[in-house]
């Protein structure tokens, strides 16, 4: 997805740039979408064409979206972005069967009421209100790794809240937030063990999946011949 690989290359080098001062500025986040097309797809501005014309006119209009709805949130700091993280997840304590766990968050912010858990979703929604479930799954994800001992950048899940940027949305109604409860939590963890156990079960056999839209991002479409 390149659209989204170049938003989220733009949002981060604007929360990454001391310069917040410009963040307004039409010429400034027209740079910063330069740069990110630079950075991501090694292209300067003047070799732009085509139908990355029209990319890099709608990143500029997204991105303006996010900055305006970033600025509606009181007392917003932005405390990582883009940022690695990765913990151990126990599957068996008796057998001492672990796994290593790997995500890249896209934002974690501090705000006048607690911390947030951002994930940017360019695509389309295909709900009118609250939270895609697959998407509340990914920031449960995220929640498991920053909560994790070896990380610690949450203390735990008190006062955090889980939320979607829609970008399409437009700035005044794009965030969707969810707050996290222990037991949801918890669901979600034994829900993940179970998955993992059967992936890693050498007796259960893969079996190609009935739901074609799952193939759409899937890497390894092209080996079944999706």
């Known amino acids: 997805d390149i659209f989204g690989s170049l938003f989220h290359k733009a949002m981060e080098l604007i929360y990454t740039d001391d310069n917040s001062a410009h963040h307004r500025e039409k010429r400034y986040i027209e740079s910063i979408v330069d740069k990110a097309f630079f950075d991501i797809l090694m292209m300067k501005s003047e070799d732009i064409r085509g139908r990355n014309l029209v990319i890099r006119e709608l990143l500029k209009r997204y991105v303006t979206y996010t900055l305006e709805a970033d600025r ?18 126990c ?21 006048e009421i607690g911390n947030r858990v951002v994930d940017y979703k360019t695509g389309r929604v295909n709900v009118k209100t609250g939270i895609e479930p697959k998407h509340l799954d990914q920031l449960y994800f995220y929640l498991l790794l920053l909560t994790a001992p070896e990380n610690r950048i949450l203390p735990g899940i008190d006062r955090v809240t889980l939320d979607i940027f829609y970008v399409r949305e437009g700035y005044r109604k794009s965030y969707r937030e969810a707050v996290p409860s222990e037991e949801s939590f918890n669901a979600f963890k034994e829900e993940m063990k179970e998955t993992l156990l059967e992936i890693l079960n050498p007796d259960a056999d893969f079996i190609m999946t ?10 390894f479409k092209d080996i079944c011949n999706r």
């Not at 883009?82 to 997840?89: D, G, M, Q, T």
Request: with cysteine.
């Open 210 to 219: 009935d739901d074609l839209t799952k193939c759409g991002y899937c890497p």
């Open 72 to 89: 509606l949130v009181g007392g917003l700091v932005v405390m990582k972005t883009e940022k690695v993280y990765k913990c151990r997840f």
């Open 91 to 111: 599957l068996d304590a008796q057998k001492e069967l672990f796994v290593t766990l790997k995500g890249i968050v896209d934002r974690i912010d501090s705000t």
